[in-house]
């Protein structure tokens, strides 16, 4: 069964950071970019940028550059997307989904900033 | 860059069909495809519709899509109680780098 697996919830103090992994299973991990989007209570989703797990490559929104960071470690099917400068507006449901139709999504992680 | 409108609300009876619009300023038309999404609450967004009109394996036929210029919509045929969740259209380029735009979407109720 294909899916990708996200800690439910994690809680940060405003100025932390905090790294959101998103584990791959059940397909080829290096076959599809992940994507990384954010929800806030009652609106879409709104995106963030991607990372190839084959070679690395990123991309970010223009938003979230300055503070967003993703990586990949292939040995565990895993990448993570690392959000600095926390402040409480950042307190939202963070999902990665495969590929670029999203055909495939995390359960998400809710990011509580207090 | 695309912006995309989705009325906030739609209600529908068992059994009955029902509709749901996107319309919105979709740059590069001619390479601009639509997704649909449909979230139950709690729940991860799940893909019900890519590229205009293709439903994934598994998506009952009961919903449908189409689009013409800028504008697009999702049906729901034979309305069930399990339907009742949140809608969003999305548009992107079918590339992989392409922004990944989403609607505000559509909170549809089953009475």
């Known amino acids: 069964q294909e899916q990708l697996e996200q800690p439910g919830a994690i809680v940060k103090k405003p100025g932390a950071s905090v790294r959101v992994p998103c584990k791959g299973s059940?397909?080829?991990?290096?076959?599809?970019?992940i994507y990384w989007m954010r929800q806030a209570p009652g609106q879409g989703p709104d995106s963030i940028g991607w990372i190839n797990p084959s070679n690395g490559d990123t991309y970010y929104e223009q938003k979230y550059k300055d503070r967003v960071t993703l990586t990949r470690d292939t040995s565990i099917n895993t990448v993570h997307m690392e959000l600095s400068r926390l402040t409480f507006d950042d307190t939202a449901m963070f999902y990665c989904?495969?590929?670029?139709?999203?055909?495939?999504w995390g359960q998400g992680t809710h990011v509580i900033v207090s | 860059q695309s912006v995309l409108t989705q009325p906030p609300s739609a209600s529908g009876t068992l059994g009955q069909r029902v509709t749901i619009s996107c319309s919105g300023s979709i740059s590069k038309i001619g390479t601009i495809y639509v997704y649909w999404y449909q979230q139950v609450p709690g729940m991860a967004p799940k893909l019900l519709i890519y590229?205009?009109?293709q439903r994934p394996s598994g998506v009952p036929a009961r919903f449908s899509a189409s689009r013409s210029g800028t504008s697009a919509s999702l049906a729901i045929s034979d309305l069930r109680a399990e339907d009742e969740a949140f809608y969003y259209c999305a548009a992107w380029d079918d590339t992989v780098t392409g922004p990944r735009v989403f609607g505000g979407g559509t909170k549809l109720t089953v009475v």
């Open positions: 059940g397909y080829s991990f290096t076959g599809y970019y």
């Open positions: 590229r205009n009109n």
């Open positions: 989904a495969r590929g670029f139709r999203l055909d495939v």
